[in-house]
């Protein structure tokens, strides 16, 4: 009985990584150092992944087939492109307040939010990212770690979800919120 073997790989973890200009990219045993006229990023490599460094592109391969092998194959290509491309531009996020009142501002590295509570929400801006207000009723994050920009602009958005009946409420820009009619009277 003849078994054939198929090598089963991601398909997007195959797809090779494009280095625009100005962007480097270093490999040690378990890091990789990606730098580019924004900033330097660098993450650790699990060792069943292997990145090979070609002239102007990165290749991602598995070193042994495993079930996690297969897991970690497109995952981190997903994030080292994601890296690539955060040294090269910045990744952004824009939120917008709608509602009566709500505002915010920012000052020394604090922003300062009125939702319509009794008191104004002060978040501390972490490092690494930047925040503009534009009108009093926009908000830009950028950064170039995508996952931390997204995660300060849901923790934003976290204090007044948009709600359905009047679309009130921190949403992202050119979010469409489905509204849903009140009350009705017979």
Do not use: W
């Amino acid at each position: 009985m003849l078994c054939l073997v198929k090598k089963i790989m991601s398909r997007i973890g195959r797809l090779p990584i494009v280095l625009p200009e100005g962007v480097s990219v270093n490999k040690d045993s378990e890091n990789i150092i990606v730098k580019g006229p924004h900033g330097v990023l660098e993450r650790e490599i699990p060792s069943i992944i292997d990145v090979e460094i070609l002239d102007d592109r990165l290749v991602i391969k598995t070193k042994v087939q495993s079930r996690l092998s297969r897991e970690f194959h497109g995952l981190f290509r997903t994030l080292i492109n994601n890296m690539v491309i955060g040294v090269a531009k910045k990744f952004d996020k824009r939120l917008e307040l709608k509602g009566v009142g709500y505002r915010c501002q920012v000052k020394n590295n604090i922003i300062t939010l009125n939702l319509g509570y009794s008191h104004p929400i002060e978040m501390q801006i972490p490092g690494q990212i930047d925040v503009k207000v534009e009108n009093n009723t926009s908000i830009l994050v950028t950064g170039i770690e995508k996952e931390k920009v997204g995660l300060f602009a849901s923790q934003i958005r976290g204090f007044r979800p948009p709600e359905p009946y009047n679309g009130k409420g921190v949403l992202y820009k050119d979010e469409v919120i489905i509204r849903k009619l009140g009350k009705v009277g017979k």
